[in-house]
Structure formats: structure tokens, C-alpha cells
């Protein structure tokens, strides 16, 4: 079965920091890439960052400088070190694991983000 365990989530005042797990477990073929999206009130999934298994990175514009993902490959844990968050960054935050050769998706529950003063 597989599982996708978030945490890390929670209330931090602007401009503070956070720092997002993912433990993924039970796949038993090889990941393409593993990310982070989020999804605030009223809005869209949107794409926060993502890594590949080769390293490489993409972050969305408004999370640049101020965002970093990381990989643990061997673990298959996927990190987001948020800093300098803003208000705007108040979502409900989901881990997302992408196959290599399907390109299926899995995703995770999500874990709640409030950037709030």
C-alpha cells in the first residue's frame, strides 16, 4: 500500500520559517520526481516546487529565494524549507510523487500552512 506521510505544517508568523517532510513508502517503481503543490481557498493547485531523482530543481516564481526542496533518495523523503514566509503562503501544502515510467501520480493528505500575525 502505498503512503505518502506529510508533516511538518502549521501557524508561524511573516516571515518566519517552516520545514515540510514527506516520507513515501510502499512504491515499488522508480520515481521520476518528487514535489510540493499547494492549494489555498478559492484557488487552484499550483505547482511550489519539484525535484527530479537526478537532482535537478523548478520552483515557482513567487517561492523562489525564499523556498528550497531537497531529496533523500534513499529514504524517499522529499523536504521544503520554507523562510521569509509571507501571508500569501497560507495553503494546504501536498507532497506529490511522480513514476518514472507511468508517470502516475500519488499524492499525499496535505498539511496546512498559515502564515498569520
Known amino acids: 500500500q502505498v503512503q505518502l506521510v506529510e508533516s511538518g505544517g502549521g501557524l508561524v508568523q511573516p516571515g518566519g520559517s517552516l520545514r515540510l517532510s514527506c516520507a513515501a513508502s510502499?512504491?515499488?517503481?522508480?520515481?521520476?520526481?518528487m514535489g510540493w503543490y499547494r492549494q489555498a481557498p478559492g484557488k487552484q493547485r499550483e505547482l511550489v516546487a519539484v525535484i527530479t531523482s537526478g537532482g535537478t530543481t523548478n520552483y515557482a516564481d513567487s517561492v523562489k529565494g525564499r523556498f528550497t526542496i531537497s531529496r533523500d533518495n534513499a529514504k524517499r523523503t522529499v523536504y521544503l524549507q520554507m523562510n521569509s514566509l509571507k501571508p500569501e503562503d497560507t495553503a494546504v501544502y501536498y507532497c506529490n510523487v511522480r513514476l518514472a515510467m507511468s508517470g502516475y501520480d500519488y499524492w499525499g493528505q496535505g498539511t496546512q500552512v498559515t502564515v498569520s500575525s
Open positions: 510502499g512504491i515499488i517503481f522508480s520515481i521520476s520526481s
